[in-house]
């Protein structure tokens, strides 16, 4: 069994700052790409950030310039620094994460449950 969980989310005013953590925990062999999606209503899923095992990253670009992402390996933990948050951030935030088990022969994708944003002007 392999597990994301989110936590960080909450309500805050335009120009405020979040930061997001998903820790992932389980049967882990090892863990690669690990990234932050979100879904506001009525819109698709869109990938936010993304990170490498080696720390290399890119970001959607409606947040670069505000949003930062990081991992401490150790930790298995990836975070998501969000400064300038505006209204339209607001969404539930997903970890994503590309992770070889102990009983799988395949790195596969896992998604955390989600946490909420919500920026308010």
């Known amino acids: 069994q392999v597990q994301l969980v989110e936590s960080g989310g909450g309500l805050v005013q335009a120009g405020g700052s979040l930061r997001l953590s998903c820790v992932a925990s389980?049967?882990?062999?090892?863990?690669?790409?690990m990234s932050w999606y979100r879904q506001a209503p009525g819109k698709q899923r869109e990938l936010v950030a993304e990170?490498?095992?080696?720390?290399?990253?890119n970001y959607v670009d409606s947040v670069k310039g505000r949003f930062i992402i990081s991992r401490d390996n150790a930790k298995k933990t990836v975070y998501l620094q969000m400064n300038s948050l505006k209204p339209e951030d607001t969404a539930v935030y997903y970890c994503?994460?590309?992770?070889?088990?102990?009983?799988?022969?395949?790195?596969?994708?896992?998604w955390g449950q989600g946490t909420q944003v919500t920026v308010s002007s």
């Open positions: 994503n994460a590309d992770i070889q088990s102990t009983v799988r022969r395949r790195t596969n994708a896992y």
């Open positions: 389980g049967n882990i062999a090892s863990i690669s790409d």
């Open positions: 990170i490498t095992s080696d720390g290399r990253s």
